[in-house]
Structures are given as C-alpha cells and as structure tokens.
C-alpha cells in the first residue's frame, strides 16, 4: 500500500470516527468512507492475481508448507476424536427455523451456515459432502456427519461463497442447491464467476473488497444490503482447485444488513496475524474497519480452528485469541465459533479451539456467552 493511499484512508476513518456522533450525517460518512476504502487497489497485482497488502501477512515458502502437508503430525486430533471430543450433531430446530426470529443462525458444520435475517434465508458456504475435495475417494473426510441435505433447509433466498476452496465451495452440494434454485442471488469476490455459472447458477454477482449490493426479495419489504468485506488468506496451489491457479480468485468475508437495520458479520476463512516472519506482530487492520463502517454487529460467525501448527496456519487462519480480537474489532454483540469440528484439516486437538476461546473470553473480561460455540445442527437468535 502506498504512502498516499494509507494517508489518505487512515484520514477517512479518523473522520468517520469523529462524526461518529452526529446522526444526521450518518449515511454521508458512511458512504465516504467506504468510497476512501474502495480506492484502495492495493490488493489487486498487475498480473490480474491478488495479495494480502498488509505486514500482517507473510506467507511460509511453497516447498515448506508442502512438506508440511505430506508429513503432517495428526495424532493429536485424531486422538481427540477417538476420544469423543468432537461437537454433538442435533437435530435442525424446525421449530425456530420454520419460524424464525428477526436475525438467527443455525450452525452446519465447518464455515457453513444458514443465516434467517428480516425474512429471508441465506446460505453461506454450504459444504454437505463427505469430504472437502475434488473427489470423494481421497482427502479430508467429515469426522461429524452433516447435520442436514439440502433438501432439508428452507427455502434458500441468496447464497454467500467467501472463495473457493474445496472446503468453502463444495462441487456436490453447490450442484443441488442450483438444481433446486437456478435463479437463486448468489455473492462472492471477483473470480469465482467462472466456476458458479458452470455449476448452474444464473444470478451472480461479483464484488470486489468495499463493494455493496442492495437487494429486494419477494415477500419482504425494504431492501437488503450485501458487503463485499476484506479477510486474510490466500488461494495457493497446495489448497486451492488448479495447478495454476495461486491467488488468481480473491478471498472475502460478509456483511449482511437487513431492512430493520440488523446486521450479521461473516468470517469466511481468515487469518489475524501471521507468525512466520512477522517479529513486530503486526495485526490485519481489516477488521477495525469493517467494525468502523458497518459495525456494531448483532450477531456474527468468525473462524475459531485449523491453526495448528500456528507457524504454517497462522498466515491464512486465526487462532482462537486472536477471533476474540476480530469479534472486539468488528464490534460484536454476540459470535458464534466456527470452521471447526467438522474436516481434519490441522494439528490440533478438535476440542482446543472451544477451550481456547473460552479462555480468552475471560481473560480479556467478556461474558462466556457473548463468544461461544454451538452443537452441529443448533440455532441460536440474536437478541
């Protein structure tokens, strides 16, 4: 990021801050400041790929992190597993879901969800495959069994994919959910156009990081917005669909606001600060100003697991101290734990981020309930 351009942002959002306090310019300061922010290219390379511009990412060289992922120690999570620590699966509360309140979420597993926000239902990265792969014989199988089918949900209004790994963006489950809904409104970050028109999807939008899409559903009244929003991490050739596709499609995390003005905060898949070669710990800013510009938010989903080892993970995954600080940045109500408990993806015991997180909770002063996790299946409403 350039000189000027971090100038002229850091200025953007000591003002909004300032007129913080003035009502009546609200949407004015909102709007300029997100213009300030959609200035910032600094993310885009010339090369037509993308890059986390800030110190707080530094990737592990390619060959490390490969042998890495060949020689990985799992023993401890699969010892945990064996030993019953996984997360309940339960029974979809049709109830709640059938009739939901005003804003509440219902935990499927991994960084999928189903958010019911003022009317509408929204699926964000649903992954209901047996693995998280680009085939079904090989790669990291489910250690807890999906809670549900698509068939199952509601009816889904939009779809978020915050990119495209295959444990984000699951070729089966995306495939029945665009036989079921062709013309469903579906979101995700720029380069991902491609592969959701293959899978059958004719509504999508694209957005860059600061973009926003305002959006009427049938059956409800007002108008809903849809943020494209920052995050730290990365499409590199170990993870990502294709040999040749490192950094070539943009990662994100969402921001939905409904018509009642309740607002819901999406992780995705992020990273905070990374360990490897980072010795003045420098922190992702994303995250601040996300809070700044939409927050504060009555309910959120930010990533809590898959750090371990934190020198590999930390550049692309947050460990559990460091979602308390994401959900402190964004200015959160109340968060619910996710991308955990589903995939063995990393080292660590399944039952540690819970128990991390709850720690950290206490230790920076927070109410245990305020940023907690779920059984798979359950649904929990913002107050």
């Known amino acids: 990021m350039s000189d000027n351009s971090s100038t002229n942002k850091e200025n953007a959002l000591s003002a909004a801050a300032a007129a913080a306090s003035a009502p009546s310019t609200e949407v004015l300061d909102h709007e300029h400041l997100r213009q300030e922010l959609v200035k910032d290219k600094s993310h885009h390379l010339k090369n037509g790929r993308f890059v986390n ?30 030993d019953g620590k996984a997360p309940a699966v339960v029974a979809l509360d049709k109830t709640k879901i059938d009739s939901p309140s005003p804003l509440q979420l219902t935990w499927l597993g991994h960084a999928s969800l189903l958010v019911q926000i003022d009317g509408i239902n929204v699926l964000c990265d649903p992954v209901f495959s047996q693995r998280c792969s680009p085939v079904q014989w090989m790669g990291p199988r489910r250690y807890t069994k999906a809670p549900c089918q698509v068939d199952e949900l509601p009816h889904i209004d939009v779809l978020i994919i915050s990119h495209n790994h295959y444990d984000h963006l699951d070729w089966n489950t995306l495939t029945e959910v665009s036989k079921k809904y062709p ?40 108008s809903f917005t849809f943020a494209c929003t920052p995050a730290q991490h990365m499409t590199a050739i170990a993870v990502a669909r294709g040999i040749f596709d490192r950094m070539a499609t943009l990662w994100s995390s969402w ?9 819901f905060f999406f992780s995705g898949d992020t990273a905070y600060s990374s360990t490897y070669n980072n010795e003045a710990k420098a922190e992702c800013p994303v995250f ?14 930010i990533a809590i697991g898959a750090y371990g080892p934190e020198i590999m993970f930390s550049t692309m995954h947050v460990n559990p101290e460091q979602a308390v600080r994401i959900h402190e940045d964004v200015r959160s109500k109340k968060s619910i734990g996710i991308h955990w408990g589903t995939f063995v993806l990393t080292g660590e015991p399944v039952d540690e981020p819970p128990r991390r997180l709850c720690m950290e909770m206490d230790a920076r002063g927070h109410p245990a309930d305020e940023f907690t996790v779920l059984s798979i299946g359950e649904t929990i409403q913002a107050n």
Do not use: H
């Open 53 to 82: 511009p800030w110190p707080s990412f530094s990737l592990m060289p390619t060959l490390e992190f490969a042998k890495y992922l060949i020689t990985a120690d799992q023993k401890a999570v699969r010892k945990s597993i064996a």
């Open 183 to 222: 013309d469903i409104k579906v979101f995700s970050a720029l380069g991902n156009r491609g592969i959701l028109e293959s899978l059958g999807f004719k509504n999508v939008s694209i957005g860059d990081w600061w973009d926003e899409f305002s959006v009427s559903v049938p059956g409800t009244e007002g």
């Open 255 to 263: 921001v939905i606001q409904g018509p009642s003005k309740r607002k």
């Open 288 to 301: 601040k100003q996300i809070g700044l510009l939409y927050g504060p938010f009555d309910l959120s989903a």
